[in-house]
């Protein structure tokens, strides 16, 4: 079975600043997605960022950029120039379609607060 | 494209009854998953609706049940309510099939069972 690991519960960062979010997982597989959401204080989930595994570059979003290792298993979130409106709870989640099998395995999260 | 819609947004409901859920994916999309959220169990997946047939399922009781429409919108049932279904119910649709991917949520419905 696949397991997320997100190890840092809490962070808080200056406005303006830079911050990496932490994600691990592990899985047997070779062929897998890897995402990051965000939930914000209204609960709804939004997409920040999509990483294909068996693509070599990393994926960027205007601010939000990942560093995907796959050797290490390791999927971290770097968001530039933080703003008021990241302040949110930070979701890593994995998804391999293997046997067709669409479910999405979530972290426990990390709540991110911006401080202005 | 309108996103994921789901309705009711709140619900209060008292132990030993039953609700009902709804979900309209984005349209073009066939493919709803269905997530528990709560503070001690954090999201956990229910199941997945692909052309009206479940393709996978949770770890969740058989008090949980779902099923999807020919126009691809998913309800999720939930029958004889526990004080411990209280939780945010989280709908997401997935252009399966079209190597997207993606899953794309919803606002959620917030059931508190009393």
């Known amino acids: 079975a696949q397991t997320v690991t997100q190890s840092q519960p809490e962070m808080s960062v200056q406005e303006a600043e830079t911050v990496t979010l932490s994600c691990t997982y592990d899985?047997?597989?070779?062929?897998?997605?890897l995402f990051w959401y965000k939930q914000p204080p209204s609960r709804q989930m939004i997409l920040v960022i999509r990483?294909?595994?068996?693509?070599?570059q990393n994926a960027t979003e205007n601010r939000f950029s990942v560093n995907f290792q796959k050797a290490a298993k390791s999927f971290s979130l770097k968001i530039s120039d933080s703003q008021l409106g990241d302040t949110a709870m930070y979701f890593c989640?994995?998804?391999?379609?293997?046997?067709?099998?669409?479910?999405?395995?979530f972290g426990t999260g990390t709540r991110l607060t911006i401080i202005p | 494209k309108a996103g994921v819609t789901q309705t009711p947004r709140y619900l209060i409901k008292t132990r030993g009854q039953q609700v009902t859920l709804s979900c309209s994916p984005i349209?073009?999309?066939?493919?709803v998953s269905w997530y528990q959220q709560t503070p001690g169990q954090g999201l956990q997946f229910l199941f997945e609706?692909?052309?009206?047939?479940?393709?996978n399922k949770g770890n969740f009781p058989g008090r949980f049940s779902g099923r999807q429409f020919s126009n691809s919108r998913s309800e999720m049932n939930v029958s004889t309510l526990e004080l411990g279904d209280s939780a945010l119910y989280l709908c997401?649709?997935?252009?399966?099939?079209?190597?997207?991917?993606?899953?794309?949520f919803g606002p959620g419905t917030r059931l508190l069972v009393l």
């Open positions: 997401a649709s997935n252009n399966r099939g079209q190597y997207q991917e993606t899953q794309y």
């Open positions: 349209s073009g999309h066939r493919s």
């Open positions: 990483q294909e595994a068996y693509k070599q």
């Open positions: 899985t047997s597989e070779n062929n897998y997605y």
């Open positions: 609706y692909f052309s009206e047939t479940q393709r």
């Open positions: 989640a994995f998804m391999s379609p293997l046997f067709g099998n669409e479910k999405l395995t």
